[in-house]
């Protein structure tokens, strides 16, 4: 019986030291714990619990800051995002256009202007209309300059190569 009113008693004790506990001594408590997640989560409880704490008012005229959370404060509108709209004349080019777009072409036939050789052996094609592609996996196909070819709009943003003729394609990707 004298042990339970013991515990009772140092229990409120507890509670009303840690109500008359300024929240400068918080805060100088949560410094002071050396784990950093326990550190953090100490910090956290002030912060949710900040009015519990005494001389919040004298802190603030002192130039300790009050966190947001505690505070009813009215949040900043969130910004706008300002969209840009493309006029007709100015189209991106085939290969170089967002992935959003609605109306796509599927695909296009342009005459071979000249080939280069990447350091790994890729081909490098450039197309009579000026673009340039570049193979972007590792299979052996013949070109020359003046073959017409067709580049057609794959899967997932990609784009494959072939010959009218041939029933072999690569893997492109437009770099101009």
């Given at each position: ?152 709009r794959g899967m997932l ?20």
């Amino acid at each position: 019986m004298k042990f339970s009113i013991l515990v009772g008693s140092v229990a409120l004790l507890c509670a009303a030291t840690t109500q008359a506990e300024s929240i400068e001594q918080a805060l100088v408590k949560c410094s002071n714990v050396d784990n950093s997640l326990q550190r953090l989560v100490c910090f956290d409880k002030v912060a949710k619990d900040v009015q519990q704490y005494s001389g919040v008012e004298e802190a603030i005229k002192r130039g300790y800051s009050v966190p947001a959370g505690s505070v009813s404060a009215p949040r900043p509108a969130p910004r706008k995002s300002i969209e840009t709209v493309t006029p007709a004349a100015e189209a991106t080019p085939f290969g170089l256009e967002p992935k959003e777009q609605g109306e796509e072409i599927e695909e296009i036939s342009a005459t071979v202007a000249s080939l280069d050789k990447a350091p790994r052996g890729e081909l490098i094609i450039t197309l009579s209309d000026g673009s340039v592609w570049r193979q972007r996996d590792s299979t052996h196909y013949k070109l020359k300059s003046g073959d017409v070819v067709n580049i057609e709009r794959g899967m997932l943003g990609s784009f494959y190569l072939s010959k009218p003729d041939q029933n072999k394609r690569i893997k492109v990707k437009r770099t101009k």
